[in-house]
């Protein structure tokens, strides 16, 4: 519900952005939360999006998870040898920058929870992320390495995926998997901020995955205002006090410009 007690859920018209964008301007605190349809404009791919999801092609138990790299470590590795190739081809869209652009204005006021695994934000110049799902982009063990001082994933033997020459672990992307823990500090931080944000913006989440989907709610419950930048429904459009029918790159810019 917006403030006038009725739900915003179309196309944003031009005095619904010119609220919100003023209501972002004076708020002392903002937490952004945004998901795969943030990078959606990029050219990366979403999880969930009917015609071009991921998961409508490929068995997400086999591919993100520890048990489906277990089974089959080609297979897994090949397939994020591709998104990471994708993901080297991208560019950040104009709403990666409208908000590092924000957030380098207004220092201090901004923090930006990811779950994307993508490096589009930082390279958009978002200088500081919590990044929640981990970095596509990096390696680490499959198994914990059992030197005191651990061997390097980059000096692995080459390999589809890479394994140690000694002992023979396996080098896995450093993304969180279905089932595992997210990285140590990181949802403690997120939840804060959601605490402790005048406004949450969610963008591009499907609000599916737990327990990034969460934080709105930590936010509302908190007293702060939440406003959803998402073209599509997703599961927690209820916790919004407004929800822009939108793409992050054309809405965002409208929502943060000066
Ligand atoms: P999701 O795929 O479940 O949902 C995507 C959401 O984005 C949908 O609600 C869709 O309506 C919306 N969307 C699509 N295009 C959009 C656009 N242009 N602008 C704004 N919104 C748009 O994604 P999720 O909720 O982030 O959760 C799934 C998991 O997917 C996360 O854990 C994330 O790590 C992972 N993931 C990340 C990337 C990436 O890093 N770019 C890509 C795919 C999946």
Redesign the pocket.
């Known amino acids: 519900m917006d403030e006038s007690g009725a739900s915003a859920s179309g196309p944003p018209d031009a005095a619904t952005i010119a609220r919100w964008r003023a209501e972002l301007a004076r708020a002392a605190r903002v937490c952004v939360l945004?998901?795969?349809?943030?990078?959606?404009?990029?050219g990366?791919?979403?999880?969930?999006?009917a015609m071009s999801?991921?998961?409508s092609r490929f068995d997400p138990a086999e591919l993100a998870s520890e048990a489906g790299f277990r089974a089959n470590p080609a297979r897994v590795w090949d397939w994020y040898a591709e998104?990471r190739a994708g993901?080297r081809r991208a560019q950040p869209n104009a709403?990666h920058l409208a908000l590092a652009d924000f957030a380098a204005r207004r220092p201090g006021v901004l923090t930006l929870v990811?779950?994307?695994?993508?490096d589009?934000h930082q390279r958009a110049g978002q200088v500081d992320a919590i990044w929640?799902?981990?970095d596509?982009g990096a390696d680490r063990w499959l198994d914990r390495c059992p030197r005191r001082a651990p061997c390097d994933p980059s000096r692995a033997a080459p390999g589809r995926p890479p394994r140690c020459a000694d002992c023979g672990n396996l080098v896995r992307p450093g993304?969180?998997w279905f089932g595992e823990m997210l990285p140590d500090g990181a949802l403690d931080a997120a939840e804060r901020a959601a605490a402790a944000c005048e406004l949450m913006l969610v963008?591009?989440?499907?609000?599916?995955?737990w327990p990034?989907?969460g934080l709105a709610s930590i936010a509302r419950d908190a007293g702060a205002r939440v406003l959803i930048?998402?073209?599509?429904?997703?599961e927690i459009d209820a916790v919004a006090h407004a929800v822009l029918r939108?793409?992050?790159?054309v809405?965002l810019p409208a929502l943060l410009r000066r």
Request: net charge negative; hydrophobic share 45%.
């Open positions: 945004t998901g795969a349809g943030m990078s959606a404009e990029s990366i791919p979403t999880f969930r999006d999801g991921l998961w998104r993901v709403g990811t779950q994307n695994v993508d589009l929640l799902h981990g596509i993304v969180v963008v591009g989440t499907s609000g599916a995955v990034a989907a930048v998402n073209p599509q429904a997703s939108g793409t992050a790159a809405v």
